[in-house]
């Protein structure tokens, strides 16, 4: 069936370093990939999304292009800040069974001051 | 507030009762879907409704779980003789029909602590 996995966190880092988590799914066809964050105490924001072959999705200096050779969907960042600290789901969405959204494990970012 | 809405937020039972939780979604989505997350993991899907049909539900969903969304708006989920095992952060999100490239919109969860 459908999956995604991505790097297992945490992932710690320096403030204004950069940032890659990785992501790679198994889907059948061509689903919809995303990004969702989590801050502390708060509910799945989506962050970005890509929807077909070569996109690239960005917000708040975030990015990831979906890759369909290497059916990844790597997350980027050039200069993470404190307050990017969060944990962050992988997440892809099938053209078909009602576009259900099937998550990876999530990895947790620290951002050190 | 347009987005989705669940309530109650936070649920604290005893093992053995029974738990009902309610989601409101955004008023022009068709579909409605329930997860699971525990901690340390991604939400799991557990259901999925287009209107008032319940068309999927997971192998997650035992028969202690049952799900309705009888006029196509709000939905329940309710929980029969919880166990610890329950405890778990319950997602509701949302989506509009006929669109393929929109992402699902998630409310702030219930967490059930099963004491």
């Known amino acids: 069936g459908d999956s995604v996995t991505q790097m297992e966190g945490p992932v710690t880092l320096s403030e204004e370093a950069f940032l890659t988590i990785n992501c790679t799914y198994t889907a059948t066809g061509y689903p919809s990939l995303f990004w969702y964050v989590q801050y502390p105490g708060e509910g799945l924001q989506l962050l970005l999304k890509a929807t077909k072959a070569d996109d690239k999705g960005s917000n708040k200096g975030f990015e990831a292009t979906y890759r369909k050779e290497t059916t990844s969907f790597h997350l980027e960042k050039g200069s993470v800040q404190v307050s990017d600290s969060a944990v962050y789901f992988c997440a892809l969405s099938p053209y078909t069974g009602g576009f259900k959204t099937i998550f990876g494990a999530g990895t947790r970012l620290f951002v050190k001051a | 507030d347009t987005g989705v809405s669940q309530d109650p937020r936070h649920k604290i039972t005893k093992r053995g009762q029974n738990v009902t939780f309610r989601c409101d979604p955004i008023s022009e989505h068709n579909r409605l879907y329930w997860y699971r997350q525990t901690l340390g993991q991604g939400p799991e899907f557990l259901t999925y409704f287009q209107n008032e049909a319940q068309l999927e539900k997971s192998r997650l969903l035992s028969d202690r779980f049952s799900a309705e969304r009888p006029k196509g708006s709000f939905s329940t989920l309710e929980i029969q003789r919880t166990e610890q095992g329950d405890s778990a952060m319950y997602l509701c999100?949302?989506?509009?029909?006929?669109?393929?490239?929109?992402?699902?919109?998630f409310g702030q969860g219930t967490r059930l602590t099963v004491v």
């Open positions: 999100a949302s989506r509009p029909l006929g669109q393929m490239n929109t992402e699902a919109f």
